[in-house]
């Protein structure tokens, strides 16, 4: 994994020597060099490790994805804002099966940093919700289940939401 500086470092030197070989009359290589500095700025704004995860996490490998998200170091210089939120975000999910106060503190970093998508937020709500439910916080869990109920707009997570409510009435 290369930083996110680096990375851009390396497209801005490989385009440059892309433009010197359309100025030698290399059209084939210009063109091959060009394509290979799109993959580093690619890399730039979806980092590798993060996609990785992500592939482990959708085959409901935890233990993989925690592999995964240990070989970031530094994630604060290493990721940009967007990453450094879907880095909390995995860390959430993953502690959540574990460590509620843990879990808490990612997601609620994740949210601030913010996620592209509006039902990875709904998603990060929910979850708070649920450690907010368990830890009898009954206002806090019924106003961020709320917020991630106007989130979902494709309405993926219905069932989760009514079953939280129904919880929700027992407290």
Known sequence: MFNKNFK??????????????????????????????????????????????????????LEGTKKWLNKIKNPETALTQKQHGYYN?????IFSQTNLTQAEKYFKKALKLGLNMDYDVAMAKLSLAGIAMQKRRKREATMLLQEAKKLDKQNMLTDQIKMMQQQMKKI
């Open 8 to 61: 851009i470092i390396i497209a801005a030197l490989i385009i440059a020597y892309a433009v010197y070989q359309f100025v030698e009359g290399n059209i084939g290589n210009g063109i091959f060099l060009i394509l290979l500095a799109s993959i580093f700025v690619f890399l730039y704004f979806r980092n590798e490790i993060i996609l990785l995860a992500f592939l482990r996490m959708r085959k409901q490998d």
């Open 89 to 93: 975000y995995l860390n959430g999910i």
